[in-house]
Structure formats: structure tokens, C-alpha cells
């Protein structure tokens, strides 16, 4: 794993906390966008009586959020490395290539940890490295998903401050995301089964991003078959 663990975490570009405000969770986590910062939220839940962890893990530029991510589960868990515990996390990107592997470094030295990820969009899904490193992943018996309606309301639910959320809003449901969950979905299949990219992103008008669908084989229409949720 990574040296220099110890380090403050503000000098190498990380913000974290318990609850996430309603504007962070809403402007980094609509898919339609594409923005800067790298959030992870993330849950563990142990297999004996004991209470969840949650915490959410925000990257500026600096240190990606997945290394930051798995230095504070290790610091968790390291006491006894065979604990048997499921730990999932809501990340506004994927992870890259290289936070893959860090990912996969990571589960073999704790063989008991059950991971499951979910994404509200895909980074440089045209990649090799990252589309490889999510092929990888999901190989070793980690599932990807692509963050669908019932998984935003939870994470808005669980992770963000009920102080903070419009008119004591109990429930999220962005049904207005439905269009790009679809889209990131089929990319996501294309990738899990080693097959061309079909997704394009464009910058249009203003910078605003332009997502484009491009289905020519069976293969790809079959991806899109079991993405459509």
C-alpha cells in the first residue's frame, strides 16, 4: 500500500466528514454534469452487532479519494485483517486505473472484505487503463453498478445532513437522471464484457457536455439490453 499514510490529509487535497451537504451531494453526483472534485461516500457494515460506519471522503485535485479511501479502512481494520465485513461506497467518478489496482492490492491483503461500488458516472471511459481496471475488478468479485433512482435516495437518506436538506425532504428521487443512468449503464456493460466503447461526450454550447449513443454490433445491443433499468 502507499507510503506516507500518516501525512495531514487537507496537504494532500482531501476534505472528509460524517454528513454531506445537500448542495455537494446534488451538484457532484448528477450525472449530467462533469465535475472536478471526487466524492466517496462510504459504508461499512460488520457481520456481528455492531454499529455502521459511514463517512464521506471528498478529493480536490490533490490525492485521488479511492487511496485516501482504503488508507482509512486499513487504519479500521488492521487490528484484525480477518474481520469479516461488507463495505460499500457511492463515488461521483469511477476509479481510474491506478486506484483499481490500489483497490485490488487492498482486497488481497484483507480476503474478507466484500466490496461493492457504485458510480454516478465513468472517468475517461475511452481509457484503456480505467476501462481494464474496472474489467479487472469486477474479475476479482467486486460488483460495479452505475448509481440507480433507489440508490440516490438512499445515499441522500443516510449520508447527507438532515440540517442541511430543502423543506425536511425525507426522499430524492431524481427521476431527471433517468436519461444519463441509462447511458452510463450500457458503457459500463460494454466494458464489463470486453466489448467497444459505445458512449461519446462532446462539449457543446457553453461547455455544456453532449452525450451521444453509438450501438453498431449485437454485442453493443446486447449490452444495451441488460443496461436498460
Request: a negative charge.
Amino acid at each position: 500500500m502507499a507510503s506516507g499514510w500518516n501525512r495531514d490529509h487537507e496537504s494532500r487535497g482531501i476534505t472528509q466528514g460524517w454528513k454531506i451537504s445537500q448542495e455537494d451531494f446534488v451538484e457532484n453526483y448528477d450525472p449530467s454534469v462533469l465535475p472536478s472534485v471526487t466524492y466517496l461516500l462510504y459504508e461499512i457494515k460488520w457481520n456481528h452487532r455492531r454499529r455502521h460506519w459511514q463517512r464521506w471522503i471528498c478529493s480536490a485535485g490533490g490525492e485521488h479519494a479511492e487511496t485516501y479511501f482504503l488508507e482509512d479502512i486499513y487504519r479500521k481494520l488492521r487490528s484484525n485483517p480477518f474481520v469479516h465485513c461488507s463495505i460499500t461506497c457511492y463515488i461521483s467518478w469511477s476509479p481510474c486505473g491506478y486506484c483499481c489496482q490500489e483497490i485490488m492490492d487492498f482486497l488481497e491483503k484483507m480476503p474478507n472484505v466484500n466490496l461493492v461500488i457504485y458510480v454516478a458516472r465513468l472517468y475517461w471511459h475511452k481509457e484503456e487503463t480505467n476501462r481494464q481496471g474496472l474489467w479487472n475488478l469486477e474479475n476479482i468479485g467486486v460488483s460495479i453498478q452505475v448509481m440507480d433512482l433507489p440508490d440516490y435516495n438512499y445515499c441522500w437518506r443516510t449520508f447527507v445532513d438532515d440540517e442541511d436538506k430543502y423543506d425536511d425532504e425525507d426522499d430524492y428521487w431524481p427521476r431527471h437522471f433517468a436519461p444519463w443512468i441509462m447511458l452510463y449503464s450500457l458503457e459500463l456493460q460494454s466494458i464489463l464484457q470486453n466489448i467497444p466503447s459505445c458512449l461519446e461526450i462532446s462539449s457543446g454550447e457553453n461547455q455544456t457536455p453532449v452525450f451521444s449513443l453509438c450501438v453498431e454490433n449485437d454485442q453493443q445491443k446486447r449490452a444495451l439490453t441488460s443496461a436498460n433499468p
